[in-house]
């Protein structure tokens, strides 16, 4: 049983044995974004990260690309413990009670320093990660893809331990976790890979007008998902012609590998002028997945209720070529593509220039309007969604435009 339903039980067991709903401080509040997304490619689209189904292509707007709704409910049961859960509808190939829960945690906090929590809680690899769908929280119109783009993942199962305290005006906080996870990395169908294993810890120092912080986790693939095991048993079945084949279709496979998830991020504000950046790194044991880098640095200007941006990011990842020693290259062509475009699925090689409005017309109600124009490698072209093959792709650029309604109540 999953440690998420551990805590759902746990939950229950606590409301209804030690507490009624009488004595309980239940608290409602939510988000939500309603956005447009419009480019001006007709070969290849938007898509917010690797499990987005559709792509904004040219005279073709689309609403799902950011557009989602949240609820969550607050359980305060008294100084020290309390339970939160969150809802979010987005576009996803499935729609189900597990799919659309967030969060679902019990929190216990024996003192002003120290809280525990046990659950489903959203997860900490990178600095947006935890807020990533709650648009009003952000100047951008959303956050940075070719860094978030990688990472599907909204939730973990598992348990951590925070502690926070103040040592010279500095505000000190450090965070430990361990759970399991999943990610769907297929555009076409609900197909997760799932982690297990996950452990990693987050620190963070900050003051009113600046914020370091630095991420490091650790996970194991579970197994291969469909598409994957499909390719590594295709490998397998050319041995006689691929000497090396049962070899390499092992260092493919993605079953019992380890996967790491590293960031350091930083943000400076002087009057009205913001700075914020981030550089991240994933790397893991199989071909599949061997190293991304990735980036942005944003610099926002604060004018009354506006907020102005120009924002740089980037992903760099190496794009793989076949060239392993066979008998027949000509027998194994089909094979070689296969294999070139699975192992260049998640390759990716682009930067995008952004340049955004953020108008907050009441406090929990905001206007964004940004435009994006992202220069792209045809082999590293993972992240925007397209028919053709990414292996058939040229190199080329892409300017999208986004207009989102950002609203908390």
Same mark, same amino acid.
């Given at each position: ?5 551990? +805590?759902?039980? =746990? ?14 401080? $239940? ?5 939500? &974004?309603?956005?447009? $997304? ?11 990260? /690797? ?19 949240? $609820?969550?409910? @607050?359980?305060?049961?008294? %100084? @020290? ?7 979010? $509808? ?18 216990? %906090? ?24 709650? +648009? ?16 599907? =993942? ?43 294993? *996950? ?7 900050? &003051? ?8 490091? =986790? ?27 084949? *049962? ?37 893991? @044991? ?21 907020? /102005?941006?120009?924002? +740089? ?21 089909? /094979? ?17 220039? %952004? ?9 929990? &109600? ?13 082999? +590293? ?5 397209? =028919? ?6 040229? @190199?080329?650029?892409?300017? &999208? ?9």
């Amino acid at each position: 049983m999953r440690v998420f339903y551990s +805590g759902l039980m =746990s939950l229950l067991a606590l409301l209804s044995n030690d507490y009624s709903l009488a004595e309980t401080d $239940v608290h409602i509040s939510g988000f939500g &974004t309603i956005g447009i $997304v419009e480019s001006d490619s007709e070969e290849l689209g938007f898509r917010n990260d /690797f499990s987005r189904n559709d792509a904004a292509n040219k005279g073709e707007i689309s609403f799902k690309a950011l557009s989602n709704v949240g $609820v969550q409910l @607050d359980f305060d049961f008294n %100084s @020290d413990w309390d339970a939160v859960t969150q809802w979010v $509808v987005r576009e996803q190939d499935e729609q189900t009670l597990d799919s659309i829960t967030s969060l679902a945690f019990l929190r216990y %906090s024996p003192s002003a320093n120290w809280s525990f929590r046990g659950g489903r809680t959203a997860i900490d690899l990178f600095h947006l990660s935890q807020y990533r769908d709650v +648009g009003i929280a952000y100047t951008w119109a959303k956050v940075p893809t070719e860094v978030y783009g990688f990472s599907p =993942s909204r939730s973990i199962d598992g348990l951590d331990a925070q502690y926070n305290t103040v040592i010279n005006g500095i505000n000190l906080s450090s965070k430990v976790f361990f759970g399991e996870f999943e990610a769907d990395f297929s555009s076409t169908r609900n197909e997760p890979i799932e982690f297990d294993k *996950m452990r990693g810890v987050r620190l963070i120092a900050e &003051t009113f007008d600046w914020s370091i912080q630095a991420r490091y =986790s650790i996970a194991e693939f579970r197994r291969d998902n469909i598409i994957l095991a499909y390719i590594v048993d295709t490998i397998q079945s050319v041995e006689p012609l691929f000497p090396r084949a *049962m070899e390499f279709a092992s260092e493919v496979s993605l079953a019992q590998k380890e996967i790491v998830y590293s960031s350091v991020s930083g943000q400076y504000n002087l009057n009205n002028i913001s700075m914020m950046g981030e550089l991240t790194h994933i790397n893991s @044991d199989s071909r599949a997945l061997e190293t991304i880098n990735n980036g942005y640095l944003s610099f926002i200007y604060h004018w009354n209720e506006h907020s /102005f941006h120009l924002t +740089g990011s980037f992903s760099d990842s190496q794009a793989y070529y076949f060239d392993e020693f066979v008998y027949d290259e000509n027998a194994l062509a089909l /094979f070689i593509d296969l294999v070139e475009r699975q192992l260049n699925t998640l390759a990716n090689n682009q930067i995008t220039q %952004s340049l955004g409005w953020r108008w907050d017309i009441t406090e929990s &109600t905001a206007l964004k309007v940004q435009l994006d124009h992202t220069r792209y490698k045809g082999l +590293g072209s993972s992240l925007l969604g397209g =028919s053709e093959n990414i292996t058939d792709r040229d @190199d080329g650029n892409i300017n &999208t435009l986004f207009v989102n309604w950002s609203f908390s109540f």
